[in-house]
């Protein structure tokens, strides 16, 4: 709810900080007090469109801030997190600044945000019902949202809201495989000789390392089999190393025991060396037999590396990664001639979906014309002690078109009304403005108190043309709105100030030649004589004190 109103340099308002609680408060005063300027004020910090003649004159700004405390989870905190605003539990504080040449700025708790979003946050937590523009239920965009609160409707809702995204995926899943489909098939020529070229490659992982490391080998081949030969020459040219040092070996072990073991390290070493040499010589006899001189394999080897490698600069991939390419190009040839069935798979999966979109869709429907019946009974009651007996009010749920089906469901809902018997029904906002409206938003706010997302309603003159038994009806049911939500009324008639848990009285007052704006919150003594005036006039006499007196309970 509205918790605070601070206004500064706005139109004849110089300075004027406000507070507010729960219920039902009502602004009174004479014609031409400024009750409109506060009203001005109020919309300004909500977004509203802003004009340099709400500068007072003389300075060089105005400023309104208007600071709210909605419940946890309300769709104005949701909407500030949604922009990495997230206030947590804390009151919101809109300010709104406005230069005298007509630019403004806008800020939630001291965060410049654009004047849209502080419009939007405003509409999250006010609605405005005057005499020339109302805010809320005028939006048709609403009235579908509005009805299934009414009716209670979250869990149907939720059921097409899923069946719904089950069809959307269902759709695009067939649409996506009906895409690629078409794809493959205006490519099948490229995709198959890419496929058989690859096959008669037949390319082997690893194989690129391999060959690279082949074709080394046999360039340098004359060189490692020198190499190897003097190598060969070296262990052997004065008889076997092997044979030299299990000779030396065996010289030692003769007399090992004589040594008292000092010889033990020597014997053990040359039987190591002994065995190593047998070793080497035995690798390098075959090393030297697996060198390959054969020019004709070198030139194979050769053919199949560079085949390889011109295969994957031709595919803009590593050698290794032609046997992968050649695996899927072999999947996408699979599919290609297997896709009409996989198509026809999800085109029945689509239809099933639509088909439980569909039956949960007209499930909700059925839900929403009772709910809507309900509501047109409600609303119906609350016109007649409004002086909107021959009004007819009625909601209007119908069928869209396909296209326009949405997780929603099927259906359009509209808030119509027809003023005069006989006369066709038409959209709420098209009705007579002025009080008339206002009261016909009053009996609809009366009905959706519960259900309303937003906090607090003001309404400007709801009482305009009317008096006697039905302002007491409009002072009656706002009484009663206000037990749900914050209820903030400008009026002019006593019947509804009675009925305020919190009373001020706007006025204006003259200082230094200037004229200035006040509003001041009246104790209940103070209120008995407001409405007493508001009775009899300029002249408050002890009569029209009673009356007020009997009025206010």
Known sequence: MLISLSIRDVVLIERLDLSFAAGLSVFTGETGAGKSILLDSLGLALGARAESGLVRHGVAQAS????????????ARA?????DMDAGDAPLVLRRVLTADGRSRAYVNDQPVSVGLLR?????????HGQFESHGLLDSTTHLGVLDAFGGLAAPKARTTAAWTGWRAAKTARAEAEASLAKARAEEETLRQMFEDLDELDPKPGEEAALAQSRAVMMHGEKLLEAMNAAQTALTERGEVEAALRSAQRSLA????????KLDGVIAA???AAVEAAEATGLLERASAEIDLDPRHLEKVEERLFALRSAARKHAVSADELVLLKDRLGRQLAELEGGGNDLARLAREEQAARTAYVEQARALSKSRCAAASALDTAV?????PLK???ARFQTRVAPQDEAAWGAGGLDSVGFEVATNPGSPPGPLGKIASGGELSRFMLALKVVLAR???????????VDSGIGGAVAAAVGERLGRLAETLQILVVTHSPQVAARGAHHYRVAKTESNGAVFTGVDQLPASARQEEIARMLSGETVTDHARAAAAALMG
């Open 120 to 128: 939007r946050v405003g509409d999250e937590l006010v609605e405005i």
């Open 270 to 272: 040359l039987d190591r």
């Open 451 to 461: 259900v309303s997302p937003t906090p607090t309603i003001v309404f400007d003159e």
């Open 380 to 384: 119906a009651a609350e016109l007649p």
């Open 64 to 75: 309104v801030t208007a600071e709210f405390d909605p419940a946890p989870g309300h769709p």
């Open 388 to 390: 909107l007996e021959k």
């Open 254 to 261: 003769r007399v090992a025991e004589r040594a008292e073991g």
């Open 79 to 83: 909407l500030l997190i949604e922009q």
